[in-house]
T-cell receptor
Framework: SQQGEEDPQALSIQEGENATMNCSYKTSINNLQWYRQNSGRGLVHLILIRSNEREKHSGRLRVTLDTSKKSSSLLITASRAADTASYFCATGYSGNTPLVFGKGTRLSVIA | DAGVIQSPRHEVTEMGQEVTLRCKPISGHDYLFWYRQTMMRGLELLIYFNNNVPIDDSGMPEDRFSAKMPNASFSTLKIQPSEPRDSAVYFC?????????????FGPGTRLLVL
Protein backbone atom coordinates (compact mmCIF):
# COMPACT_ATOMS: atom_id res chain seq x y z
CA SER A 1 0.00 0.00 0.00
CA GLN A 2 1.15 3.54 -0.63
CA GLN A 3 2.83 5.28 2.25
CA GLY A 4 3.43 8.63 0.61
CA GLU A 5 0.87 10.71 -1.19
CA GLU A 6 2.17 13.44 -3.45
CA ASP A 7 0.36 16.66 -4.07
CA PRO A 8 -0.42 17.91 -6.64
CA GLN A 9 -0.84 14.96 -8.96
CA ALA A 10 0.14 17.15 -11.90
CA LEU A 11 1.83 20.52 -12.16
CA SER A 12 2.49 22.67 -15.20
CA ILE A 13 4.76 25.70 -15.01
CA GLN A 14 6.80 27.99 -17.22
CA GLU A 15 10.53 27.63 -17.54
CA GLY A 16 12.30 29.71 -14.90
CA GLU A 17 9.53 29.36 -12.35
CA ASN A 18 9.84 27.39 -9.15
CA ALA A 19 8.05 24.09 -8.71
CA THR A 20 6.90 22.82 -5.33
CA MET A 21 5.68 19.30 -4.72
CA ASN A 22 4.43 17.95 -1.44
CA CYS A 23 4.38 14.51 0.08
CA SER A 24 2.54 13.17 3.10
CA TYR A 25 3.11 9.85 4.76
CA LYS A 26 1.46 7.80 7.45
CA THR A 27 3.92 6.06 9.74
CA SER A 28 7.21 6.79 11.43
CA ILE A 29 10.17 6.83 9.10
CA ASN A 30 13.94 6.73 9.15
CA ASN A 31 14.37 8.71 5.98
CA LEU A 32 12.47 10.17 3.06
CA GLN A 33 13.78 10.23 -0.48
CA TRP A 34 12.79 11.88 -3.70
CA TYR A 35 13.19 10.20 -7.06
CA ARG A 36 12.66 11.44 -10.60
CA GLN A 37 11.34 9.35 -13.46
CA ASN A 38 11.51 10.55 -17.02
CA SER A 39 8.89 9.15 -19.34
CA GLY A 40 9.56 5.50 -20.07
CA ARG A 41 12.73 5.44 -18.01
CA GLY A 42 13.91 4.19 -14.63
CA LEU A 43 13.97 6.11 -11.40
CA VAL A 44 16.84 8.42 -10.55
CA HIS A 45 17.62 9.23 -6.94
CA LEU A 46 17.57 12.95 -6.26
CA ILE A 47 17.97 13.54 -2.56
CA LEU A 48 17.57 11.87 0.81
CA ILE A 49 16.60 13.55 4.06
CA ARG A 50 16.82 11.78 7.37
CA SER A 51 14.19 11.94 10.07
CA ASN A 52 16.40 14.12 12.27
CA GLU A 53 16.93 16.69 9.52
CA ARG A 54 14.58 19.53 8.66
CA GLU A 55 15.98 20.84 5.41
CA LYS A 56 18.45 19.79 2.78
CA HIS A 57 19.77 21.34 -0.41
CA SER A 58 21.29 19.89 -3.53
CA GLY A 59 21.88 22.24 -6.43
CA ARG A 60 18.49 23.61 -7.46
CA LEU A 61 16.68 21.21 -5.15
CA ARG A 62 15.49 22.01 -1.67
CA VAL A 63 13.77 19.42 0.48
CA THR A 64 12.06 19.99 3.80
CA LEU A 65 10.79 17.45 6.26
CA ASP A 66 8.28 17.98 9.05
CA THR A 67 8.00 14.77 11.04
CA SER A 68 5.33 16.22 13.32
CA LYS A 69 3.07 16.70 10.30
CA LYS A 70 4.43 13.65 8.49
CA SER A 71 5.05 15.72 5.41
CA SER A 72 7.84 16.74 3.07
CA SER A 73 8.21 19.17 0.21
CA LEU A 74 10.48 19.28 -2.80
CA LEU A 75 11.25 22.64 -4.33
CA ILE A 76 12.91 22.92 -7.71
CA THR A 77 14.11 26.45 -8.34
CA ALA A 78 14.54 28.08 -11.74
CA SER A 79 12.96 25.13 -13.50
CA ARG A 80 14.08 23.99 -16.93
CA ALA A 81 12.33 22.06 -19.67
CA ALA A 82 14.62 19.14 -18.82
CA ASP A 83 13.01 18.97 -15.36
CA THR A 84 9.84 17.64 -17.00
CA ALA A 85 9.31 14.26 -15.35
CA SER A 86 7.38 12.48 -12.63
CA TYR A 87 8.62 12.98 -9.10
CA PHE A 88 8.12 10.41 -6.37
CA CYS A 89 8.65 10.52 -2.67
CA ALA A 90 9.64 7.29 -0.99
CA THR A 91 9.92 6.47 2.66
CA GLY A 92 12.34 4.11 4.29
CA TYR A 93 12.31 2.66 7.76
CA SER A 94 15.99 1.84 8.03
CA GLY A 95 18.98 1.18 5.88
CA ASN A 96 18.41 -1.22 3.03
CA THR A 97 14.74 -1.86 3.69
CA PRO A 98 12.31 -1.58 0.78
CA LEU A 99 11.07 1.85 -0.10
CA VAL A 100 7.39 2.69 -0.06
CA PHE A 101 6.51 5.05 -2.89
CA GLY A 102 3.77 7.55 -3.44
CA LYS A 103 1.99 7.81 -6.79
CA GLY A 104 4.03 10.76 -7.90
CA THR A 105 3.62 14.29 -9.24
CA ARG A 106 3.83 14.81 -12.99
CA LEU A 107 5.71 18.02 -13.62
CA SER A 108 5.63 19.72 -16.99
CA VAL A 109 7.97 22.65 -17.56
CA ILE A 110 7.04 24.63 -20.62
CA ALA A 111 9.79 26.42 -22.49
CA ASP B 1 29.99 1.47 -13.33
CA ALA B 2 27.25 0.41 -15.74
CA GLY B 3 24.55 0.71 -13.16
CA VAL B 4 21.77 -1.82 -12.67
CA ILE B 5 21.19 -3.76 -15.86
CA GLN B 6 17.85 -5.27 -16.78
CA SER B 7 16.83 -7.40 -19.71
CA PRO B 8 14.83 -7.49 -21.80
CA ARG B 9 13.81 -3.85 -21.96
CA HIS B 10 10.53 -4.75 -23.60
CA GLU B 11 8.62 -7.99 -23.66
CA VAL B 12 5.39 -8.79 -25.45
CA THR B 13 3.92 -12.21 -24.86
CA GLU B 14 0.67 -14.06 -25.01
CA MET B 15 -1.37 -15.08 -22.03
CA GLY B 16 -0.24 -18.39 -20.61
CA GLN B 17 3.37 -18.04 -21.69
CA GLU B 18 6.31 -18.05 -19.29
CA VAL B 19 8.14 -14.77 -18.87
CA THR B 20 11.61 -14.37 -17.36
CA LEU B 21 12.98 -11.00 -16.41
CA ARG B 22 16.65 -10.57 -15.59
CA CYS B 23 18.63 -8.21 -13.43
CA LYS B 24 22.31 -7.57 -12.79
CA PRO B 25 22.84 -5.37 -9.73
CA ILE B 26 25.68 -2.93 -9.26
CA SER B 27 28.84 -4.78 -8.32
CA GLY B 28 29.33 -4.85 -4.57
CA HIS B 29 25.71 -4.17 -3.74
CA ASP B 30 24.30 -6.87 -1.52
CA TYR B 31 20.65 -5.83 -1.51
CA LEU B 32 18.44 -6.40 -4.53
CA PHE B 33 14.83 -5.32 -4.90
CA TRP B 34 12.16 -6.10 -7.48
CA TYR B 35 9.39 -3.52 -7.88
CA ARG B 36 6.42 -3.36 -10.21
CA GLN B 37 4.88 -0.17 -11.53
CA THR B 38 1.31 0.11 -12.82
CA MET B 39 -0.98 3.05 -13.37
CA MET B 40 -3.48 1.76 -10.86
CA ARG B 41 -1.18 0.78 -8.00
CA GLY B 42 1.96 2.82 -8.62
CA LEU B 43 5.31 1.35 -7.53
CA GLU B 44 5.09 -1.72 -5.36
CA LEU B 45 7.72 -3.97 -3.87
CA LEU B 46 7.52 -7.57 -5.00
CA ILE B 47 10.50 -9.14 -3.24
CA TYR B 48 13.93 -8.28 -1.99
CA PHE B 49 17.15 -10.17 -1.32
CA ASN B 50 20.11 -9.69 0.96
CA ASN B 51 23.28 -11.59 0.14
CA ASN B 52 21.29 -13.66 -2.36
CA VAL B 53 18.75 -14.74 0.27
CA PRO B 54 15.09 -13.71 -0.11
CA ILE B 55 14.14 -11.57 2.88
CA ASP B 56 10.57 -10.55 2.15
CA ASP B 57 8.42 -11.91 -0.67
CA SER B 58 5.09 -10.79 0.74
CA GLY B 59 4.58 -8.51 -2.24
CA MET B 60 4.67 -11.32 -4.76
CA PRO B 61 1.11 -11.39 -6.12
CA GLU B 62 0.60 -15.12 -6.28
CA ASP B 63 2.26 -18.43 -6.93
CA ARG B 64 2.63 -17.63 -10.59
CA PHE B 65 5.47 -15.31 -9.60
CA SER B 66 8.85 -16.57 -8.47
CA ALA B 67 12.23 -14.92 -8.03
CA LYS B 68 15.72 -16.27 -7.60
CA MET B 69 19.15 -14.91 -6.97
CA PRO B 70 21.63 -17.70 -7.67
CA ASN B 71 24.64 -15.43 -7.14
CA ALA B 72 25.56 -11.88 -6.20
CA SER B 73 25.48 -10.64 -9.76
CA PHE B 74 22.25 -12.06 -11.14
CA SER B 75 18.58 -12.32 -10.31
CA THR B 76 15.52 -13.48 -12.22
CA LEU B 77 11.83 -12.83 -11.84
CA LYS B 78 9.66 -15.42 -13.50
CA ILE B 79 5.95 -15.35 -14.26
CA GLN B 80 4.37 -18.65 -15.21
CA PRO B 81 1.77 -18.63 -16.62
CA SER B 82 1.49 -14.96 -17.50
CA GLU B 83 -1.83 -13.11 -17.53
CA PRO B 84 -2.88 -9.76 -19.05
CA ARG B 85 -3.09 -8.21 -15.58
CA ASP B 86 0.65 -8.80 -15.18
CA SER B 87 1.28 -6.11 -17.78
CA ALA B 88 3.43 -3.49 -16.05
CA VAL B 89 6.93 -2.11 -15.83
CA TYR B 90 9.17 -4.23 -13.63
CA PHE B 91 12.12 -2.53 -11.97
CA CYS B 92 15.13 -3.99 -10.29
CA UNK B 93 17.10 -1.91 -7.78
CA UNK B 94 20.17 -2.50 -5.67
CA UNK B 95 21.75 -0.89 -2.64
CA UNK B 96 24.72 -1.32 -0.37
CA UNK B 97 25.58 -0.88 3.29
CA UNK B 98 27.47 2.19 4.33
CA UNK B 99 26.86 5.88 4.37
CA UNK B 100 24.85 5.62 1.14
CA UNK B 101 22.92 2.60 2.27
CA UNK B 102 19.45 3.98 1.99
CA UNK B 103 19.81 4.99 -1.63
CA UNK B 104 18.51 2.47 -4.09
CA UNK B 105 19.77 2.48 -7.64
CA PHE B 106 17.21 1.51 -10.21
CA GLY B 107 17.59 -0.22 -13.52
CA PRO B 108 15.79 1.05 -16.64
CA GLY B 109 12.96 -1.42 -16.16
CA THR B 110 11.34 -4.11 -18.28
CA ARG B 111 8.08 -3.10 -19.91
CA LEU B 112 5.91 -6.23 -20.05
CA LEU B 113 2.78 -6.54 -22.13
CA VAL B 114 0.75 -9.72 -21.87
CA LEU B 115 -1.84 -10.08 -24.60
Amino acid sequence: SQQGEEDPQALSIQEGENATMNCSYKTSINNLQWYRQNSGRGLVHLILIRSNEREKHSGRLRVTLDTSKKSSSLLITASRAADTASYFCATGYSGNTPLVFGKGTRLSVIA
Amino acid sequence: DAGVIQSPRHEVTEMGQEVTLRCKPISGHDYLFWYRQTMMRGLELLIYFNNNVPIDDSGMPEDRFSAKMPNASFSTLKIQPSEPRDSAVYFCASSTPGTDQETQYFGPGTRLLVL
